[in-house]
């Protein structure tokens, strides 16, 4: 049998309540970017092409909260942990025996962003050297001995490294190493290894595979995010009438915009652009004209719909940019009240709003006066798909 033909498969421990970091459920269960923490976990291991098959071990009170988190994924049916990790992967362990895999990775839940490289690196050592193999990150700050408050000596940080998971073994070497320390406690199943005298060798971590811990921890980290841009375009013609709705914000003039809303081009065009920014359409398509609904509403109320499916998809603002083109009235009067407004709309900062104006040197239908245009282009940072 080829080194490739090996088995591998996964052992996510999930069975923890997250005290530390408190809140209604555990922390594997709630939400980060659009997605409970535990699909990020257990997603990596189900894409992985060498890993298989790939189990969750779960706390038996949260075991309807755990089916609806990670429904669609290709799972083995889960397994009730106990009382410490330990147990718990004990009995994942045990779970796997009828599958008898070669090897085996045991994980923990709370660790959403192993990366792929990672995975490659644990799965292509353990390969080789079949032995214990786990992900270590260098330590950064000094590491201080202490007696109550008083120092007592420093470490060589040097010799010192962080264990992180996924950390990969022999699978029938782990289980019986397991069995043979039941009654002892460690902290991780490389201690479980050592302390039988299996050999445990490392490979380089990622200081991203954050094990989310405490309440502060848990926001998505930047390389996580991806950034995205949209563009939007309105134009309407200008009719017979008293002031304009622009951005907003009330202009008065000797005509109107005509329109099924206000006709306010600077927002029609920034909806689209926030639309655009989330693959989401157009204005027309969530706004139809012959939806009565929307007849002569404030346009700041289509705003909110395009703000509220910026929430869904959990994007953030992070710019707006709207250009005003017109020749009359004068707008530049009302840029700052218009950059308030659009922030106020988008609840953002004033300085994530820019808005520009201007005329077009009396040229084509905007110089002749007969409509106003506005273009706009909105980024986003949201969660990577
Ligand atoms: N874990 C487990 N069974 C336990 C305790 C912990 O399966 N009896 C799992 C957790 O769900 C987590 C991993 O082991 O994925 C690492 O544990 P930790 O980060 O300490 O999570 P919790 O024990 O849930 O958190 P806390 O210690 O704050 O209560
Ligand atoms: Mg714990």
């Not at 050297?129 to 330590?139: A, D």
């Not at 070497?173 to 060798?201: C, P, S």
Request: charged share 20%.
């Amino acid at each position: 049998m080829g080194k490739s033909a090996h088995s591998i498969a996964a052992v996510v421990v999930a069975a923890g309540r997250g005290e530390r970091m408190g809140g209604p459920v555990p922390k594997q269960y709630r939400s980060l970017g659009g997605r409970p923490l535990i699909h990020w976990s257990l997603s990596r291991f189900v894409a992985h092409p060498a890993v298989h098959p790939v189990l969750a071990v779960i706390h038996p009170d949260f075991a309807t909260l755990h089916e609806e988190s990670v429904a669609g994924l290709d799972l083995l049916p889960a397994v009730y942990g106990g009382a410490t990790r330990q147990e718990s992967v004990l009995n994942g362990l045990e779970a796997l025996r009828v599958h008898a895999p070669d090897f085996v990775l045991i994980h923990d839940a709370a660790r959403p962003f192993v990366s792929d490289h990672l995975l490659d690196e644990v799965v292509r050592t353990l390969r080789e050297q079949e032995c214990g193999v786990i992900p270590v990150t260098g330590i950064t700050d000094t590491v201080k001995y202490r007696s109550g408050n008083e120092v007592t000596g420093t470490a060589d940080r040097n010799r010192l490294v962080c264990a992180q998971t996924p950390q990969g073994f022999p699978y029938v070497g782990i289980m019986a190493a397991h069995r043979q320390v039941d009654g002892r406690t460690f902290t991780d199943d490389a201690a479980v290894a050592e302390a039988v005298g299996m050999t445990v060798v490392t490979v380089n971590g990622d200081r991203a595979n954050i094990k989310m811990t405490h309440h502060e921890d848990f926001s998505l980290p930047f390389n996580q995010t991806e950034v995205s841009t949209g563009t939007g375009y309105d134009a309407h013609a200008l009719v017979d009438g008293d002031h304009v709705m622009l951005c907003g914000v009330r202009v008065d003039h000797d005509r109107t915009l005509e329109g099924n809303t206000d006709g306010d081009v600077g927002l029609h065009a920034l909806i689209d652009a926030i639309l655009g920014a989330l693959g989401c359409g157009d204005l027309g398509q969530h706004f139809p004209v012959d939806d009565a609904k929307w007849h002569g509403r404030p346009s700041g109320d289509l705003v909110r719909v395009a703000r509220d499916l910026m929430t869904e998809c959990h994007a953030i603002l992070l710019h707006a940019d709207i250009t005003l083109m017109c020749q009359r009235p004068r707008l530049a009067p009302h840029q700052e009240a218009m950059r308030h407004k659009v922030a106020k709309l988008l609840g953002v900062g004033e300085q994530r709003v820019n808005i520009k104006v201007t005329s077009t040197d009396g040229l084509g239908f905007l110089g002749r006066c007969e409509g106003i245009a506005a273009a706009a282009t909105v980024t986003l940072r949201r969660p990577l798909p």
